[in-house]
């Protein structure tokens, strides 16, 4: 299993939107935590800094073993959904999902593209990436933080790799269909301009010839 990040954390109290701001203003973030053994839900609060320092870590698919007041009891959790401000987008109010580690859970997972296509280089190609995440199936410590797609075998326009291509361990079960698209390979815009520029010259040039033939022949 891969290394646990730690998050202390305290219970909180407060209540409704202008204790949760005052809160706010002193640096702290109010969360929750639901799920495993947290039957009604578990209101707590923790230091904003601190948190954005763990989660720019851990993501939403690391483990994170969130420690409660000064007993030291440990909750492993994910980060299930963050709500930030809609305009200067800081931090509102965190959820985590306190888990089983026995029992296989349920994730989205980013697919993250990795390598150089031959196709950009050698065929003026385009990498165009159709599926942004995965569903997946497996135990808490199993869940990839992402999915990497490996693209340099990728040579030539049309070429692609679809769900059921991608290599997992087989701890994890793909929910997603393994027919879907990841990726593949267009033409590139810019081969594409070129070659509407061509036949728009042509269409030009066929165009010019049959005016000078029409003029030719009022002249006769």
């Known amino acids: 299993m891969a290394h ?3 998050l202390n954390v305290t219970s909180r109290e407060a209540r409704g939107s202008r204790k949760l701001h005052a809160l706010r203003r002193q ?3 109010p969360g929750v935590v ?4 947290v039957a ?15 989660y720019r870590r851990a993501g939403a698919n690391s483990l994170i073993d969130l420690r409660l ?15 930030r401000h809609p305009v200067n987008h800081a931090l509102l109010h965190v959820d985590f999902r306190a888990v089983n580690m026995d ?16 196709a950009v280089r050698d065929a003026d190609g385009m990498v165009m990436q159709v599926l942004e995440t995965l569903h997946i199936r497996a135990l808490p410590a199993h869940i990839p933080s992402n999915i990497e797609v490996d693209v340099s075998r990728l040579s030539e326009v049309g070429q ?4 059921g291509d991608l290599q997992l361990p087989a701890e994890v079960e793909v929910l997603t269909d393994p027919e879907l698209h990841v990726v593949h390979i267009i033409a590139s815009q810019k081969g ?8 728009e010259a042509a269409e030009a040039e066929a165009a010019e010839a049959g005016e000078a033939g029409a003029e030719g022949d009022d002249e006769g």
């Open 34 to 37: 639901y799920g495993y053994k």
């Open 4 to 6: 646990v990040l730690t």
């Open 103 to 118: 029992e296989p859970i349920t994730a989205e997972v980013a697919l993250i593209l990795v390598g150089e296509a031959p």
């Open 27 to 29: 640096g702290l973030l």
């Open 160 to 163: 692609g790799i679809n769900v």
């Open 192 to 199: 594409t301009e070129e070659e509407e520029a061509a036949t």
């Open 69 to 83: 007041d000064a007993d030291g009891t440990a909750t492993k959790v994910f980060v299930h959904e963050i709500q």
């Open 40 to 54: 009604d839900g578990m209101l707590v609060q923790v230091e904003r800094r601190t948190f954005e320092q763990v």
